[in-house]
């Protein structure tokens, strides 16, 4: 593998992340609790659709076969995308949804935050702006997690359902392989030991707060990095993807 | 006797200084002394509005998870979260007038408060989202417009904000309908039949003909209506002919043409029996609409109910440390 493969599968895994995450949490317009959180999710899910712009446009250039990052959202298939399996898990409720951003934008906060040094300077800038989202993403499902998990008791035993249920899905986000070992080498990519340490503790404190139990020991899910998803993908892709497949000489 | 009597003079001195101050145009504010039926019918008013910002949410979002490009997701959810946001703003300027959210909630989902009838009408395509931005927010932004002199303080003040954001909602929409008018013969046919199916309901968002129209009296006396029914409709369509020509859309209505005397548009008969049939709840959408908002209120009560004792909690907490 080049370094130049390597860096286009690293910008397509962040890419997608943004992408197919963004997609879940644009899915509560008009779908939740308070009218505040219907905002608030959806501006993340905005947040995440510029993230995405950039990264798979970043994707498309170092591929340098001319695809933009509409083409690289729009037309690839089901075994062509490489998010963590968390980002595509259907929303559940809203306790559900929170624990999973809880554990997404916790990785995210420290994921960005190395990756401004990236020796990758489309990568740095990228990641600078990216903290100072992800950094509010954070704060917010921290805060909801402890609401919902010191609220009532009913809350209480959605949101420590929604932890269970997205624990085996938290390992494969600080996966590597032989990308990371490369773009690691140049100081493109990060250490993801020492994040997975940093999120660690962080989860293990806002759980404690919350009065949250953190889940024991489980088998952890893994696959994206080869493009092996949830059936829950497919799905995504079939509507997201619908105008460009349909229309394919359509510009909008 | 004595009693009643002074109570009725002071009565009448506070509805005379009230009316004193709308006829200098004066802002009447939250603290201000105001009659009834004044507070009541802003109250209506305003929470219509409100009601309508959110609702509209629904047939829009319909739209996002398939919006065609990375650039039109981001615009669409902006623009959606922008409405969020007015009807955040309208609820509280709703609640100087001594009415909370929960109720207006409450009010719209008992069927007593309204929402504007437009949103009972289907988004099928990508093209009705270009179309609700030109034309549906096009239509709310003349309205708007006038309200920005609209007599009550907070009102007047939320419009003018609101209103910055419209313009953009308006060309935003206005260019996806160009875009697709210079695309594909399948992309073109899309937007003429998003035309053909808004363009009626975008005219009757104005409401009935001034001759018809039941709450025009004191809402004009008042200076809460600044402009008839007609004569917003009219500058609606005026403004909105020439930009569908320029991107060569056709309106549906074979009787619309330049009236050189009036310096202005003719169109034909508007068909009320729809207007009359959808606002009686039998649109497409009512039911749906509505079902929604009430799920969606109902499945979300144990969330607000865990904030509220997550924050009875930390106030005890806090007083007890
Ligand atoms: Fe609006
Ligand atoms: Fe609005
Ligand atoms: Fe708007």
Redesign the pocket.
Known sequence: MTQQQALYKYCLRLGDDALIQSYRLSEWCSNAPILEEDLALTNFALDMTGRAQALLGYAGQIDGQGKTDDDLAYKRGERQFYNHLIMELPNGNFATTIARLLFTSTFEFYFYSDLMNSADATLAAIAAKTVKEVKYHMAHATDWTCRLGDGTQESHRHMQSGIDHHWMYTGELFETDEVDAILQDRNIAVDMASIQQRWHQSITQVLKEATLKIPAGEHMQSGSQQGIHTEYLGHILTEMQYLQRAYPEAIW | MELMEKAGKIHEELLKSFEAKIERGDAIEPRDKMPDAYRKHLIRQMSQHAHSEVIGMQPEGNWITRAPSLRAKQILLA?IQ??GG?GLYLYSAAETLGISRAEMIEQLHSGKAKYSNIFNYPSLTWADIGAI?WLV?GA?IVNQVSLQRTSYGPYSRAMVRICK??SF?QRQGYEIMAKMMKGTKDQQEMAQDAMNRWWWPSLMMFGPHDSESPHTGDAVKWKIKRHSNDELRQKFIDKTVQQAEVIGLTIPDKDLKWNESRGCYDHGPINWDEFYRVIGGHGQCNKQRMAHHIKVHNEGAWVREAAEAYRLKKEKQLLHS
Do not use: F, P, S, Y
């Open positions: 623009k922008d409405e007015h931005g927010d709310a954001e419209e909602h």
